[in-house]
């Protein structure tokens, strides 16, 4: 077992984590004061990160890169592609700042879902589209096989109809992937994603909510009342497969939790960082050669944390590698989606406990990862989620004998 990052990724972390440092820390503290401002200084970072997209495998950190699972032929030959370039760069984008690195313009959680389900045509055109996802609805978050938004077939066109809830770049980005069914009554495998791009008639932008955290990362109500788009608009294939079931449209999770999992190893990771440096300076440094029984109590809590977040950023790593090599993932994406999402919410609850006072104040930035470090145990199929798939796998059972 070799579990060392290759060396062709150097490059991407390093940079990545340039910007991490010199443009997202600086600004992080403004627009968490000034929700839904748009950050204009991501807009010259947004074609540099197109620079690196283009650059394929040793490119981009952003959801854009993402590759199809099973893209990859089972030739036995061992691949670090796109899904592990994403990973590894978002972890040091998000230990920059979560809601910035999800305001990245063309980076957005649609345009994976776009890389997992789309043809050859719909990629090439929807390559420098920003793309944001639109599942939950006001009555369908978890249970994402009961949305109501339709689809209806008029000659050339589908007619959408629904309203979709706390979509992420929902107010900011060029066209939006709806999930949306062919026909109600026969269930998960008539729901189908569709691009709706901006401005179509039809498409209202209801609001955008006001949240814990992530404040710079806009989140919107978008409503579709007879919304004409063409039927090429439809992602992947139009026919209802009852075999196939939810199949298509899920292998979006197969793709987004690994992200999402490498956002909350990124948060984590920060806070602990700065939570030793600030400890540090009142006197207590974490001294591994000491067995853990004459450890200070803050310094077993350090090493417990620092124990989860290694354990969340192997299972990260691994789904994402999975990803690369076309081997089937959602269980290793669910657990690593759990791993992360958990150990985020708990490390940055305890190194805001640990630093006490500076640790709830705004004078640093704990506080504020504590704040926003709940979503990634949120969206993308919250903590119980990822453990009722993880059960299910392990088990063998499916979504109705498990619920
Ligand atoms: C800031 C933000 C950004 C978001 N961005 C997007 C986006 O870009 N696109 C998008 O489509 N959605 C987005 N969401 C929505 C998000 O994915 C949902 O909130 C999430 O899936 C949970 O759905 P829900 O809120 O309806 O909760 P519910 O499904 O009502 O769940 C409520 C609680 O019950 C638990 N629960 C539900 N079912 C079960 C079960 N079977 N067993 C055990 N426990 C269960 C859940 O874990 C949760 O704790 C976003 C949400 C937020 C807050």
């Known amino acids: 077992m070799n579990i060392e990052i290759p060396q062709k990724f150097d490059a991407l972390i390093n940079q990545a984590q340039q910007v991490a440092t010199q443009v997202f820390r600086p600004i992080s503290r403004k627009y968490d004061g000034a929700e839904h401002e748009y950050p204009v200084e991501l807009d010259m970072l947004a074609s540099i990160m197109d620079g690196m997209n283009d650059g394929d495998l040793s490119g981009g950190a952003g959801a854009a890169t993402l590759k199809q699972n099973g893209n990859s032929e089972a030739t036995g030959e061992i691949k670090n592609g796109s899904n592990m370039a994403t990973v590894l760069g978002l972890i040091e984008l998000?230990?920059?700042?979560?809601?910035?690195?999800?305001?990245?313009?063309?980076?957005?959680?649609?345009?994976?879902?776009?890389?997992?389900?789309?043809?050859?045509?719909?990629?090439?055109?929807?390559?420098?589209?920003?793309?944001?996802?639109?599942?939950?609805?006001?009555?369908?978050?978890?249970?994402?096989?009961?949305?109501?938004?339709?689809?209806?077939?008029?000659?050339?066109?589908?007619?959408?109809?629904?309203?979709?809830?706390?979509?992420?770049?929902?107010?900011?980005?060029?066209?939006?992937?709806?999930?949306?069914?062919?026909?109600?009554?026969?269930?998960?495998?008539?729901?189908?994603?569709?691009?709706?791009?901006?401005?179509?008639?039809?498409?209202?932008?209801?609001?955008?909510?006001?949240?814990?955290?992530?404040?710079?990362?806009?989140?919107?109500?978008?409503?579709?009342?007879?919304?004409?788009?063409?039927?090429?608009?439809?992602?992947?294939?139009?026919?209802?497969?009852?075999?196939?079931?939810?199949?298509?449209?899920m292998q979006t999770f197969d793709n987004t939790r690994p992200v999402v999992a490498a956002m909350a190893v990124g948060l984590a990771r920060a806070s602990i960082e700065l939570t030793q440096e600030l400890l540090k300076q009142s006197g207590i440094t974490a001294n591994y050669a000491d067995p853990i029984n004459n450890s200070l109590a803050s310094e077993a809590e350090l090493y417990r944390m620092e124990a989860d977040l290694e354990a969340a950023r192997l299972l990260t790593l691994k789904a994402a590698w999975m990803a690369d090599n076309g081997q089937p993932n959602s269980k290793e994406a669910s657990m690593a989606k759990a791993k992360a999402g958990r150990t985020a919410n708990f490390v940055t609850l305890k190194c805001a406990e640990l630093c006490s006072t500076i640790g709830y104040s705004e004078s640093h930035l704990l506080e504020k990862w504590a704040r926003d470090s709940k979503i990634l145990d949120i969206f993308e199929g919250t903590q119980q989620i990822q453990q009722l798939i993880i059960a299910r796998r392990m088990l063998n059972k499916n979504s109705s004998e498990l619920k």
Request: aromatic share 6%.
């Open 94 to 249: 998000c230990w920059g700042d979560v809601g910035l690195a999800l305001s990245l313009p063309r980076q957005g959680l649609g345009n994976a879902a776009i890389a997992a389900v789309a043809n050859k045509h719909q990629l090439e055109r929807y390559k420098n589209t920003w793309a944001a996802m639109a599942i939950t609805e006001p009555d369908a978050g978890s249970d994402s096989a009961s949305i109501s938004t339709t689809a209806t077939k008029d000659g050339d066109e589908y007619i959408i109809n629904g309203e979709k809830i706390f979509i992420t770049a929902g107010g900011r980005c060029d066209a939006i992937v709806v999930w949306a069914t062919l026909n109600k009554s026969l269930g998960r495998p008539a729901i189908k994603s569709f691009i709706v791009e901006k401005n179509t008639p039809g498409m209202e932008l209801v609001r955008l909510d006001k949240k814990l955290g992530i404040k710079v990362s806009d989140t919107a109500t978008i409503r579709f009342n007879n919304c004409r788009i063409p039927k090429d608009n439809l992602l992947g294939n139009p026919e209802i497969d009852i075999q196939k079931g939810f199949g298509g449209v």
